[in-house]
């Protein structure tokens, strides 16, 4: 039926792990996804577009717009620089025409031409979403949901790939920051996908759908180093339509940016406020059924998309992810400074960039440990974008900001404390002036 379509947009890292191309040829193969498109992310994002553009063309589908996304990470270095699996492209036939850094601005301008209709799935690290919900913080209260591979939520000790790659992205994601939320926020994480594993030769036998060509071979330069597949991404595609593969659990998922567990996703379910929905356990026999099943009867689904739904048409009735039961407002109020911000029609990548290290800089800069080692200083705050900078971590930087006394030697030999350069020229200050900073300078915002 056509009221069961379901918009999707796809944020991934097709190229590292072999997963993604795995889920994309789901997304292709399924009569109720309409895919609006692609957006890539992490290192080498043009050639993850390539392969992106070969499994689509493998069926026919040039006409789903593929945009690159952000090689690097907000604030630390990338850890995946590399798309290992673009070796395999070959005589594949790809487009090669992508121009870098348009996802963002085609995720902003879909999601707004589409408001409470389409679902963000993103299986790659959070820099893309990041950057887009520092830019814009209504965005999530524009999505019907918001659906990740990321996490790790029931065992306490160590992160998840996506989680960790940029810690400060999926700071932002989770809602750290102060943008909107999305009605449903879904996670699915290693404590079930983990459950989801073929091994290689399994994997060869059953990769003979048309759609799964390329993403065959791209797999065997995974299986150089892996004896297996893990459906990571598949699952959380899967679960987009069938979401009761899965039970779940709701609570609050709590992103640490401090060493060692920067990037952590830590889940408190008793926690009152209840935004995020997490996986629980999955039936992975039936996740394997469905998957291998809708994948080779892909192009017989013509009833289910002609109107010949629900169980006489070969399709199940639609089902949803479970509720949202928290005690926050769906969405926030709108800060004054996005008013002048989205006037802007076309925004050079350089002012995404420049938003989201700001915001990335203030949940660092943010963390217990830091408040601890010296308190907030009440010099005076600007609102960007929703978040609170004080404007000596922007004009000083991080560093700067928080740079504890060091020993100094004297000239008699004795070590004097040396006062803080930041907090030196705080104290010269009069006690009723108010400096501006060049708070749009440092964060490259087209805002005057």
């Given at each position: 039926m056509a009221d069961d379509k379901v918009k999707i947009i796809f944020d991934?890292?097709?190229?590292?792990?072999?997963?993604?191309?795995?889920?994309?040829?789901?997304?292709?193969?399924?009569?109720?996804?309409?895919?609006?498109?692609?957006?890539?992310?992490?290192?080498?994002?043009?050639?993850?577009?390539?392969?992106?553009?070969?499994?689509?063309?493998?069926?026919g589908r040039d006409d789903i717009p593929i945009h690159s996304g952000c090689a690097q990470s907000m604030l630390i270095r990338m850890r995946q620089d590399k798309a290992p699996q673009a070796d395999a492209l070959g005589g594949w036939d790809r487009r090669t025409d992508f121009a870098p850094n348009t996802a963002i601005e085609f995720l902003r301008t879909t999601i707004r031409a589409h408001p409470g209709e389409i679902t963000l799935l993103a299986v790659g690290p959070m820099t893309n979403l990041g950057v887009l919900f520092a830019l814009d913080p209504e965005i999530p209260a524009l999505l019907k949901d918001l659906v990740l591979m990321c996490g790790r939520f029931f065992t306490w000790m160590g992160g998840?790939?996506?989680?960790?790659?940029?810690?400060?992205?999926?700071?932002?994601?989770?809602?750290?920051?102060?943008?909107?939320?999305?009605?449903?926020?879904?996670?699915?994480?290693?404590?079930?996908?983990?459950?989801?594993?073929?091994?290689?030769d399994e994997c060869r036998q059953r990769f003979t759908a048309k759609v799964l060509k390329p993403v065959k071979d791209f797999a065997e330069v995974?299986?150089?180093?892996?004896?297996?597949?893990?459906?990571?991404d598949p699952l959380a595609a899967?679960?987009?339509?069938?979401?009761?593969?899965?039970?779940?659990?709701?609570?609050?998922?709590?992103?640490?940016?401090?060493?060692?567990?920067?990037?952590?996703?830590?889940f408190n379910e008793g926690s009152q406020d209840k935004a995020h929905t997490v996986a629980r356990d999955v039936d992975s026999k039936r996740f394997f059924e469905h998957y291998f099943d809708l994948v080779k009867s892909a192009g017989s689904h013509r009833g289910c998309m002609d109107g010949g739904g629900g169980a006489a048409g070969g399709c199940p009735a639609p089902t949803r992810f479970p509720d949202r039961h928290d005690q926050a407002p769906a969405s926030r109020p709108r800060p004054p400074a996005f008013d002048r911000f989205i006037s802007v029609i076309r925004i050079p990548f350089d002012s995404y960039a420049g938003a989201a290290v700001c915001a990335a800089k203030?949940?660092?800069?943010?963390?217990?440990?830091?408040?601890?080692?010296?308190?907030?200083?009440?010099?005076?705050?600007?609102?960007?974008?929703?978040?609170?900078?004080?404007?000596?971590?922007?004009a000083g930087g991080l560093k700067g900001h928080h740079q504890t006394k060091r020993p100094q030697a004297n000239a008699r030999g004795r070590f004097a404390v040396r006062k803080n350069p930041v907090q030196k020229r705080r104290d010269s200050r009069p006690r009723d002036s108010n400096p501006e900073p060049q708070l749009y300078e440092s964060c490259a915002l087209p805002l005057s």
């Open positions: 991934t890292d097709i190229g590292s792990d072999i997963d993604d191309a795995v889920a994309l040829a789901y997304l292709l193969s399924q009569p109720r996804c309409e895919l609006l498109g692609i957006t890539t992310v992490t290192g080498e994002p043009l050639k993850r577009a390539e392969m992106a553009s070969a499994v689509c063309r493998t069926v998840e790939w996506n989680a960790i790659g940029d810690p400060h992205a999926t700071a932002i994601v989770y809602g750290n920051g102060q943008q909107a939320r999305p009605p449903h926020h879904v996670s699915f994480g290693l404590d079930v996908t983990t459950q989801c594993t073929l091994p290689a995974w299986f150089k180093h892996r004896p297996h597949i893990t459906f990571h899967a679960c987009v339509f069938e979401p009761d593969i899965c039970t779940y659990k709701q609570g609050f998922v709590r992103v640490p940016l401090a060493d060692p567990t920067a990037g952590w996703t830590l203030r949940l660092a800069s943010s963390e217990p440990w830091r408040r601890r080692e010296q308190p907030r200083q009440a010099d005076g705050a600007h609102e960007l974008l929703g978040m609170r900078i004080p404007p000596s971590r922007l």
